[in-house]
């Protein structure tokens, strides 16, 4: 398969990155605001089959110790096929120096655990929509 991996949020289609999320079943909103979080991020990460955008992902970051990896996502008929890895790969090479934190989707734990992410055991989180992320199994 031929990709192309950047990163830079120039020429980025948002309504895709809004719709990808959407279709994996993350969290989205409207292109504008997912254009202003990756553009305000540490990191960003995009991943194109020929131009088609086909995953992405970003971490914020204070550029010293601390960072947090954010929407991480794949298309659905792209999963499987390594995309995820390049995704992160890219993101944990910026970000070598730092305790990263991130959390995943319930079910991609297992992906994350062989890229060396352990469990928490002294996560919390405050979401604003605290009944969906109940729902969607992100909290107790």
């Known amino acids: 398969m031929n990709i192309d991996v950047t990163s830079s949020c120039e020429g980025v289609d948002w309504k895709a990155v809004s719709d990808?999320?959407?279709?994996?079943?993350m969290?989205?909103?409207?292109?504008?605001?997912?254009q202003k979080a990756f553009?305000?991020?540490?990191t960003t990460v995009f991943v194109y089959h020929e131009?088609?955008?086909?995953?992405?992902?970003?971490?914020?970051s204070d550029g010293t110790y601390q960072a947090a990896?954010?929407?991480?996502?794949?298309r659905d008929e792209y999963q499987g096929k390594g995309i995820g890895k390049i995704i992160m790969n890219g993101l944990l090479a910026e970000l070598s120096h730092c305790n990263i934190l991130l959390y995943a989707s319930p079910g991609k734990e297992g992906f994350y655990q062989s890229l060396g992410f352990r469990k928490m055991?002294?996560?919390?989180a405050c979401f604003q929509k605290e009944n969906v992320m109940r729902d969607r199994g992100f909290i107790e």
């Open 51 to 60: 131009t088609r955008l086909i995953g992405f992902g970003r971490a914020i």
């Open 121 to 124: 055991k002294t996560g919390m």
């Open 27 to 34: 969290a989205f909103y409207e292109p504008e605001i997912h």
């Open 69 to 74: 990896i954010y929407d991480c996502a794949v």
């Open 39 to 42: 553009e305000a991020s540490h």
């Open 20 to 25: 990808t999320l959407k279709s994996v079943n």
